[in-house]
Antibody
Framework: QVHLVQSGVEVKKPGASVRISCKTS????????MHWLRQAPGQGLEWMGI????????RYAHKFQGRVTMTRDTSTSTVYMELSSLRSEDTAMYYC?????????WGQGTLVTVSS | EIVLTQSPGTLSLSPEERATLSCRAS???????LAWYQQKPGQAPRLLIY???NRATGIPDRFSGSGSGTDFTLTISRLEPEDFAVYYC?????????FGLGTKVEI
């Protein structure tokens, strides 16, 4: 059974960085691209970027280029998303999602709150 | 960039009624890359429909998707209490990933 389990709640100050993990299980990690998305409180879904777990290649939404870094660890079947220079507008729920005919499996979400 | 416009913003219905949700793309898109998700409060989105009309694994047959070009529809034939949620359409073709703003289906 496919599972995507994300790391826990984060509270950060403006200007800091946050790193979120997404540990996968139940399938071959390197066979499926992984995406990161976010959802601000009461808002819709926003795509942040994609990582190829096999080769490690990434592509980021223009809005986040220069601030986001996605990596993976094939030994633990885990993907990571780091967002730097945090500001209050980055307060959101962050999700990882597997790509298979759109996004078929999602992590449970990680709430990131940015506040001074 | 593909912009997806969902309507209505809110749909007020009763259980057992039929729900029809619309998603309009700013330009013609391939139906192979149009999906619908359901999201309940405090939960991650759940994939309902992919490639415009294919139900995802485990999705009841009261959910159906249709459409092509710029106009797509999600239909819930008979609303169950657990169907009251927010629904998002999503385009994932041409290496772009766009979402509509959602339709809330409420009692």
């Amino acid at each position: 059974q496919v599972h995507l389990v994300q790391s826990g709640v984060e509270v950060k100050k403006p200007g800091a960085s946050v790193r979120i993990s997404c540990k996968t299980s139940g399938y071959t990690f390197t066979n499926f691209y992984m995406h990161w998305l976010r959802q601000a409180p009461g808002q819709g879904l926003e795509w942040m970027g994609i990582i190829n777990p096999n080769a490690g290649g990434t592509r980021y939404a223009h809005k986040f280029q220069g601030r986001v870094t996605m990596t993976r660890d094939t030994s633990t079947s885990t993907v990571y998303m780091e967002l730097s220079s945090l500001r209050s507008e980055d307060t959101a729920m962050y999700y990882c999602a597997r790509e298979m005919a759109s996004f078929d499996y999602w992590g449970q979400g990680t709430l990131v709150t940015v506040s001074s | 960039e593909i912009v997806l416009t969902q309507s209505p913003g809110t749909l007020s219905l009763s259980p057992e009624e039929r729900a029809t949700l619309s998603c309009r793309a700013s330009q013609s898109v391939s139906s192979n890359y149009l999906a619908w998700y359901q999201q309940k409060p405090g939960q991650a989105p759940r994939l309902l429909i992919y490639a415009a009309s294919n139900r995802a694994t485990g999705i009841p047959d009261r959910f159906s998707g249709s459409g092509s070009g710029t106009d797509f529809t999600l239909t819930i034939s008979r609303l169950e209490p657990e169907d009251f949620a927010v629904y998002y359409c999503h385009y994932y073709g041409s290496s772009t990933y766009s979402f509509g703003l959602g339709t809330k289906v409420e009692i």
